[in-house]
């Protein structure tokens, strides 16, 4: 029974090992619509641009319309021109974007983002994207949001906003993260005044430091002890 006892210290002190981090890049994808859902690396794509808002024009965005929604499909993109010209954003050459358009081949598009939701296969105590986005022009005083939930509950976020220096709108780039709690979902999203709005994006790098399930290693522990009575 010691040596047993023993071993299960071992692999509770050994639990940070047992940490993967993962990052989803893209670049193994063809550039395609994927749907309204769509799994990868650990993670679900979903709830995309489903929410009722408002544009900084004052134009209203209705999910599902074919003139006031803003589409509702994850895209890979091929954003060569963009990696050619800012190869410090993401990794060459796939990004993820959102909407109902892209550009076919190595020109892009920025498609709207207005929020979506990233389920994930296993919980997680970090996360990081990379976002490249427009910012002045009509684009400016947005705010995006990073929020993480586990079982519902917020549990972390992040949120930045975007430029408002008027003008000719411009790319920008911004990473944004959430640590410091254990996650299940994370969903991004944009408002303008407290709605939600639809500004551009492509995401990049989202990277996810996955660990055990609280209470897995207990689980384990109590295992073993159940094996040590039956013998």
Known sequence: MKRELIALLAAA???????????STYDDLAENFYG???HYNGVTY????????????????IPGDPIFGLGDQVIVENATLLYNDFPDYGS?????TFGSTYVVGDNLSLGALSTVTMTLDQVADFASLELAYYENGPWGGIVYH???????????SDSFS???LGGRDNIAFATMSVDGAV????????????????????????????VPA???????????????RRR
Do not use: H, K
């Not at 979903?46 to 965005?61: C, E, H, K, T």
């Open 92 to 96: 060459a050459n796939n990004a993820l």
């Open 146 to 156: 990073l929020d993480a939930f586990r079982n519902g509950s917020l549990v972390a």
């Open 162 to 164: 975007i430029s408002d």
């Open 13 to 23: 002190s050994a639990a940070p090992a047992l940490a993967d981090i993962s990052v």
């Open 46 to 61: 979903s709830n995309v641009n489903d929410q009722a808002g408002v544009l900084p024009d004052g134009s209203q965005i």
């Open 36 to 38: 309204s859902s769509f």
């Open 183 to 210: 996650f299940d979902t994370l969903q991004l999203y944009a408002t303008w005044n407290g709605q939600y709005t639809g500004p551009r994006g492509l995401v990049d790098n989202l990277t996810l430091n996955t």
């Open 214 to 228: 609280p209470g897995a290693l207990a689980m384990l522990g109590l295992g073993g002890l159940a094996c040590r």
